[in-house]
C-alpha cells in the first residue's frame, strides 16, 4: 500500500496570503495524483488531477506541482471560501490511497 | 452533467450487512469507459477508499474490506450497488459514491480506476442496535 502523508496537518493562513501544502508519497505515484477540497457538510470537490491539471471551473489559484514523492497544492491568494480541508490521493497503483488532510484555517 | 445519490438505511445494526445504491443521472453507467467508486468517511476523519467497479463490471477492492465487499452495477437502472457485511461500529461512515475515470497501466497491462468525479452528496450509515 503506499502510504499518503500530508503536512502540515492544519495551516493558519490570512485571507489574501499564499497557501502552500505538501503531500508525500511513500513510493513513486509518477504525476497520479489528485487534490480535493472539502467543506463542512460537503462532499469533497476535486480540484486537480495529473499532478497539476487544474479540473473544469476550478479558479486559476489552485496550481498543482510536482511528480515521484513529492508534491504541492498552492493556493495563490486565499479567498473566503477557500478555507477547508484538502486532501491528496495517490492512483498510480490499483489500491487507491489517500492523505491524512490539511486543513487550512483562518488565522 | 453528471450527478451522482447514494440511498439506503441510515442505520444498521451490528453483524448485519450494510446496502447502499448509488443512481447515476445526466449520463449512462454502461455507455462510457468509466470506473464508479464507492468511499467513505467516519466522522471527524479522512477519506477511505472502498472499491471501484468497471463499466464491464470488474471490480478492485481495498483489502482491508475485501473479504466483506461487494460492488455490483445495474444498468437497467442506472445505478450501482454497495454491500458491507458484518458490520461493527467502526463502519460508522459517511458513504459517498463517486465516477472515476480509467487508467491504462502498461506493465502490468490493467485499465484501473484514477482520480474520483463527481461525487455523490453522501449518506450516512451509523452501526447501532
Known amino acids: 500500500e503506499i502510504v499518503m502523508t500530508q503536512s502540515p496537518a492544519t495551516l493558519s493562513v490570512s485571507p489574501g496570503e499564499r497557501a502552500t501544502l505538501s503531500c508525500r508519497a511513500s513510493q513513486s505515484v509518477s504525476s497520479n495524483l489528485a487534490w480535493y477540497q472539502q467543506k463542512p457538510g460537503q462532499a469533497p470537490r476535486l480540484l486537480i488531477y495529473?499532478?497539476?491539471t487544474r479540473a473544469t471551473g476550478i479558479p486559476a489559484r489552485f496550481s498543482g506541482s510536482g511528480s515521484g514523492t513529492e508534491f504541492t497544492l498552492t493556493i495563490s491568494s486565499l479567498q473566503s471560501e477557500d478555507f477547508a480541508v484538502y486532501y491528496c490521493q495517490q492512483y498510480n497503483n490499483w489500491l487507491l490511497t489517500f492523505g491524512g488532510g490539511t486543513k487550512v484555517e483562518i488565522k | 452533467q453528471l450527478q451522482l445519490q447514494e440511498s439506503g438505511p441510515g442505520l444498521v445494526k451490528p453483524s448485519e450487512t450494510l446496502s447502499l445504491t448509488c443512481t447515476v443521472s445526466g449520463g449512462s453507467i454502461s455507455s462510457s469507459s468509466y470506473y464508479w467508486g464507492w468511499i467513505r468517511q467516519p466522522p471527524g476523519k479522512g477519506l477511505e477508499w472502498i472499491g471501484s467497479i468497471y463499466y464491464s463490471g470488474s471490480t478492485y477492492y481495498n483489502p482491508s474490506l475485501k473479504s466483506r465487499v461487494t460492488i455490483s452495477v445495474d444498468t437497467s437502472k442506472n445505478q450501482f450497488s454497495l454491500k458491507l457485511s458484518s458490520v461493527t461500529a467502526a463502519d460508522t461512515a459517511v458513504y459517498y459514491c463517486?465516477?472515476?475515470?480509467?487508467?491504462?497501466?502498461?506493465?502490468?497491462?490493467?485499465?484501473?480506476?484514477?482520480?474520483?468525479?463527481?461525487w455523490g452528496q453522501g449518506t450516512l450509515v451509523t452501526v447501532s442496535s
Open positions: 495529473g499532478a497539476s
Open positions: 463517486a465516477r472515476q475515470p480509467p487508467r491504462i497501466v502498461v506493465v502490468p497491462a490493467a485499465i484501473i480506476p484514477g482520480w474520483f468525479d463527481p
